[in-house]
C-alpha cells in the first residue's frame, strides 16, 4: 500500500467515523463556517477552562470527506492543548495547506500528516481547511 492511500484511507475512516462529532448541552463558544465552493457546512463548538486550556471540542459537519475528516483530525489535535498551542497548530496547518510552510512540520502529528496529501489537490484546499480557519477565529476571540 502507497503512502497516498494510506493517508486517503485514515481520511475515509474519520469520516466515517468521525471523532468529536455532536453538541455540548453546556455553554460553550461557537463559530459557523461555509465552503460555498463545495457546499461544505461547519459548526464548531469549544470549550476552554480556567487555565486557558482547550478542554473540550466537538462539532457538526455538512459536506464532502475532507471537510469532515479534516474537523475530525483537527480536534484530537486539539482537545487538551493550551490556547497557544493550539493557535501554534491551526498555524501550522494552514500555512502548510497554502504552500507557506514545509509539509514535514505536520510530521508527529498522528492522523494529520494524512492532510499532507490534500495539498496535491488545490480545489480541496478550502474543504481541508474550512474547521481550522473557523478554529483560528475563535481562538481570536477569547
Ligand atoms: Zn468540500
Not at 487538551?80 to 497548530?89: C, H, Q, R, V
Request: charged share 25%.
Amino acid at each position: 500500500m502507497g503512502v497516498d492511500d494510506l493517508y486517503q484511507e485514515i481520511i475515509l475512516d474519520h469520516y466515517k467515523h468521525p471523532r468529536n462529532s455532536g453538541e455540548f448541552s453546556e455553554e460553550c463558544m461557537s463559530i459557523e463556517r461555509d465552503n460555498p465552493v463545495c457546499g461544505d457546512h461547519i459548526k464548531l463548538m469549544v470549550i476552554i477552562d480556567d487555565n486557558n486550556i482547550v478542554s473540550d471540542v466537538k462539532f457538526k459537519g455538512m459536506g464532502c470527506a475532507i471537510n469532515i475528516a479534516s474537523a475530525s483530525i483537527m480536534t484530537e489535535q486539539i482537545i487538551g492543548k493550551s490556547m497557544k498551542e493550539a493557535d501554534k497548530i491551526v498555524n501550522a496547518f494552514v500555512n502548510v495547506m497554502h504552500g507557506e510552510q514545509d509539509p514535514e512540520v505536520l510530521d508527529g502529528h498522528g492522523d494529520l500528516t494524512a492532510l499532507k496529501g490534500v495539498i496535491k489537490f488545490p480545489v480541496r484546499l478550502k474543504c481541508a481547511t474550512l474547521s481550522w480557519h473557523a478554529m483560528e477565529e475563535l481562538l481570536k476571540r477569547e
